[in-house]
């Protein structure tokens, strides 16, 4: 089975930092480009920032200079530093990656979610 799972949420006060992992497991052949998403309650998912396999990033304007992403492809792993964090940001942080594995003889690919991760900050 392939799939995505997040870790490294949890609560932490403005102004600090959390840092999530994105770990692609199973019989992979290629991990395209990944993402960071997240919601809050009563909004629509939004993108936070994405990442080539080349290592080009973008970000939301909202997160721009206090969150990286980055990458580790031997690993099949994302990861997003989130510093000076707000109580705006927080919101279930979702990893997405485009993922090609075998599958029998032949090969499949698939936009892949995570569980999510719960990310609260507040005082």
């Known amino acids: 089975q392939v799939q995505l799972v997040e870790s490294g949420g949890g609560l932490v006060q403005p102004g600090g930092s959390l840092r999530l992992s994105c770990a692609a497991s199973g019989d992979i052949f290629r991990v395209g480009a990944m993402g960071w998403y997240r919601q809050s309650p009563g909004k629509q998912r939004e993108v936070v920032a994405g990442?080539?396999?080349?290592?080009?990033?973008n970000y939301a304007d909202s997160v721009k200079g206090r969150f990286t992403i980055s990458r580790d492809s031997a690993k099949n792993t994302a990861y997003l530093q989130m510093n000076s964090l707000k109580p705006d940001d927080t919101a279930v942080y979702y990893c997405?990656?485009?993922?090609?594995?075998?599958?029998?003889?032949?090969?499949?690919?698939?936009?892949?979610w995570g569980q999510g991760t719960q990310v609260t900050v507040s005082s």
């Open positions: 997405s990656a485009a993922v090609t594995y075998f599958r029998g003889s032949s090969y499949a690919s698939d936009i892949l």
């Open positions: 990442i080539t396999t080349g290592g080009t990033t």
